[in-house]
């Protein structure tokens, strides 16, 4: 009951695969869900790997984000809009060839957005500009490497209550 109380305190159930520590570029996510379906073998039709399967192989890659500095008001659609719960976070960053890439700084929720009570806000004040992204967003992400095992991606949502 505790963990089940943890996951909806937290509202996180996917978490960003990033190249490494050093390098926070978002190339992919993975879900609860993933990892569950790759470590059961009901990803790809073969028997269950049981945590052996590499996190690059069950990741998506095609990751909807959203910046610092992108309006709540425009977040909560794209949420709602594609059934995603949580988006990470990404800075735009120039690497040493002046190619952009996507690091990742944080994580919003749905939930974060509903505790901050953005829209009901919004309503009452008759404001037309929403809050960003930056005052709610959890820093820090929990992120894993692409090379990693699910059993280890399992792990992790297990230590953090990423679950769902």
């Known amino acids: 009951m505790r963990s089940?109380?943890?996951f909806v305190e937290?509202?996180?159930r996917q978490?960003?695969?990033?190249?490494?520590e050093a390098d926070r570029k978002v190339i992919?996510?993975?879900?609860?869900?993933?990892?569950?379906?790759a470590f059961l073998g009901?990803?790809?039709g073969i028997a269950p790997r049981r945590g052996k399967e590499i996190v690059k192989k069950i990741m998506v890659t095609d990751v909807i984000y959203c910046e610092q500095d992108d309006e709540l008001s425009k977040v909560w659609p794209m949420m709602y809009d594609t059934g995603i719960t949580g988006l990470p976070v990404v800075e735009q960053k120039k690497n040493k060839k002046g190619v952009k890439r996507n690091d990742v700084v944080g994580m919003i929720t749905q939930l974060d957005i509903i505790?901050?009570?953005?829209?009901?806000l919004l309503r009452e004040s008759g404001r037309t500009r929403s809050s960003t992204v930056r005052k709610i967003m959890r820093t820090s992400p929990i992120t894993i490497a692409p090379d990693k095992s699910t059993g280890e991606a399992a792990e992790l949502m297990l230590k953090h209550n990423i679950v769902r």
């Open 28 to 37: 992919g996510i993975i879900s609860s869900k993933d990892t569950l379906k």
């Open 4 to 6: 089940q109380k943890k």
């Open 115 to 120: 505790k901050h009570g953005a829209f009901r």
């Open 15 to 20: 978490f960003p695969v990033i190249n490494g």
């Open 10 to 12: 937290t509202g996180i």
């Open 42 to 44: 009901q990803d790809n």
